[in-house]
C-alpha cells in the first residue's frame, strides 16, 4: 500500500543546534516533494519544493535533501532558534493533475 | 492581497444539520483542494477541483459534496451532519498541479467544526 511516513511525531532540540526531520514514502513516485511550516490554529506554509532530480536544496537555515533510491527526503533547520517551533509536513507532489500527498506532520520544539 | 480566505471560522453544529464552507482565493489558481485535519491523521483530501465547473473525489468524501461554479471560489457543503465530521476543515489553492511550476499550496485560515 501506499504510505507516506515522518519519522516522529515530536522532536525536542536545544536552541542553536540542527534539527533533522524525515520523511520517508512507499510505493509512490512524486515527481517533487515540498515541505510546510504549521503553527497552532493556522494553515500550513510553503517553504521548500525539491525535484526528482536535484539531490539538495537550500534556503537560508533550512535545507532539504531527496533520495529517490531511498525512498527518503531530510529537512535540516540549522542554528535552530524556539521560533522554529512548528509542526512541519511533507507533502509528496506526483504531477498528472494529482493533488499533493501529506504526511502526519512532525512537531518541532526547540528549547531556549 | 488577501490570499485564501475561508468562512466561517468556528462553527457548531447539531447532528443533522446542514452547512456550507466558503473558500475564495483572489491568485486565479486553476486548482483548489479541501481538506480535513485531526489529530494523529494529519491533512486528508475530501475533494479537488482541476478548474471551474470540475470536482473530483479525495481520500474521505463521502459525506460532503463541494461545487466549483466560478473559478476563484470553491464550495464544501455536509447535508447531514454527523459528530465524525468534527474537524479542522482547510481550503487551499495552487496554480497549477503538474509539478512543473507553481505548485506549492497557499492555505486558507482553516474552519473549526464541531458537530454535537
Given at each position: 500500500s501506499q504510505k507516506i511516513e515522518q519519522n516522529s511525531e515530536a522532536l525536542n532540540i536545544q536552541e542553536g543546534k540542527t534539527?533533522?526531520?524525515?520523511?520517508n514514502y512507499t510505493n509512490y513516485s512524486?515527481?517533487?516533494?515540498?515541505?510546510?511550516?504549521q503553527d497552532p490554529g493556522r494553515g500550513p506554509v510553503f517553504l521548500l519544493l525539491i525535484r526528482e532530480n536535484e539531490?539538495?536544496?537550500?534556503?537560508?537555515?533550512?535545507?532539504?535533501?531527496?533520495?529517490?533510491t531511498l525512498k527518503q527526503s531530510l529537512f535540516h533547520i540549522t542554528a535552530s532558534q524556539p521560533a522554529d517551533s512548528a509542526t512541519y509536513l511533507c507533502a509528496l507532489d506526483l504531477s498528472g493533475n494529482t493533488p499533493l500527498v501529506f504526511g502526519k506532520g512532525t512537531r518541532l520544539s526547540v528549547i531556549a | 492581497?488577501?490570499?485564501?480566505?475561508?468562512?466561517?471560522?468556528?462553527?457548531?453544529?447539531?447532528?443533522?444539520q446542514s452547512m456550507t464552507l466558503l473558500c475564495a482565493q483572489d491568485m486565479n489558481h486553476e486548482y483548489m483542494y479541501w481538506y480535513r485535519?485531526?489529530?494523529g491523521?494529519?491533512?486528508r483530501l475530501i475533494h479537488y477541483s482541476v478548474g471551474e465547473g470540475t470536482t473530483a473525489k479525495g481520500e474521505v468524501p463521502d459525506g460532503y459534496n463541494v461545487s466549483r461554479l466560478k473559478k476563484q471560489n470553491f464550495l464544501l457543503g455536509l447535508e447531514s451532519?454527523?459528530?465524525?465530521?468534527?474537524?479542522?476543515?482547510?481550503?487551499?489553492?495552487s496554480y497549477s498541479s503538474t509539478g512543473l511550476t507553481n505548485?506549492?499550496?497557499?492555505?486558507?485560515?482553516?474552519?473549526?467544526?464541531?458537530v454535537v
Open positions: 534539527a533533522t526531520l524525515t520523511c512524486p515527481a517533487y516533494l515540498q515541505w510546510y511550516r539531490k539538495e536544496k537550500r534556503k537560508e537555515r533550512l535545507k532539504v535533501t531527496f533520495d529517490t | 492581497n488577501a490570499g485564501v480566505t475561508q468562512t466561517p471560522k468556528f462553527r457548531v453544529l447539531k447532528t443533522g485535519q485531526d489529530p491523521m494529519g491533512l451532519a454527523a459528530p465524525s465530521q468534527t474537524s479542522v476543515y482547510f481550503c487551499a489553492s505548485t506549492e499550496a497557499f492555505f486558507g485560515q482553516g474552519t473549526r467544526l464541531t
